[in-house]
């Protein structure tokens, strides 16, 4: 490839990569390293839901450098242990589902708090989902139910469940301070 339509291509990536970050507003960043943009998700009505993107425009891990790849696992890592430690989450549940054009990889970091389990098994119409296997899970419910609760009651509700402990900009200043740490 010629190099002016390397560089070129190099620009393209990089105005999509900044438009893609500059998209979330400063005030749900979390924290940031080389290769990686930590932030509250923006919809996001449970504290401590987190987003970890990649400042790489792909969405493939075999594309990112190994710097980045080496600060992945450390990143995920705190960031869990910060919901549990600071936040008192029961469980973190850590997925890769963005598949959507125009973002870099990105992991959702989803805290399940013992009220967000109580709302789950007091919402009547999520005891459907037990219909949906052959044999008894090994688990009342599983990360994929909590999942799916979360999102569509904390993140795609126009009225979210009331929330218990601090705020999402409470805890997206709790989660700056200790990162720094």
């Known amino acids: 490839m010629p190099a002016f339509l390397y560089l070129a291509s190099l620009r ?3 105005a999509n990569l900044e438009v893609a970050i500059l998209q979330i507003p400063e005030r749900f960043h979390v ?3 080389h290769g990686w943009l930590v ?3 923006m919809n996001a009505a449970l504290p401590g839901y987190l987003m970890i993107s ?5 969405n493939d891990l075999s594309e990112l450098s190994e710097a980045a790849l080496r600060e ?3 990143l995920l890592a705190t960031a869990q242990d910060l919901l549990k430690r600071k936040l008192g989450a029961q469980r973190v549940y ?8 125009g973002y870099p990889i990105h992991f959702h970091v989803i805290p399940i708090y013992d ?3 109580e709302l789950f098994w007091k919402d009547s119409r999520y005891r459907v989902l037990q219909n949906f296997g052959d044999r008894p899970g090994e688990t009342p419910t599983d990360g994929a139910e909590l ?3 979360v999102w569509r009651e904390f993140c795609e509700r126009t009225e979210p469940p009331r929330v218990q402990g601090r705020s999402v900009f409470q805890t997206i200043e709790l989660l700056r301070e200790a990162m720094r740490s």
């Open 12 to 14: 393209r990536i990089t």
């Open 54 to 58: 990649s400042k790489t425009d792909t």
């Open 31 to 33: 924290a940031e390293t």
């Open 72 to 74: 992945l696992g450390p």
């Open 94 to 101: 850590i997925g890769r589902y963005g598949h959507s054009p």
């Open 147 to 149: 999942t799916l609760f």
């Open 39 to 41: 932030n509250h998700r």
């Open 115 to 117: 009220w967000v389990e």
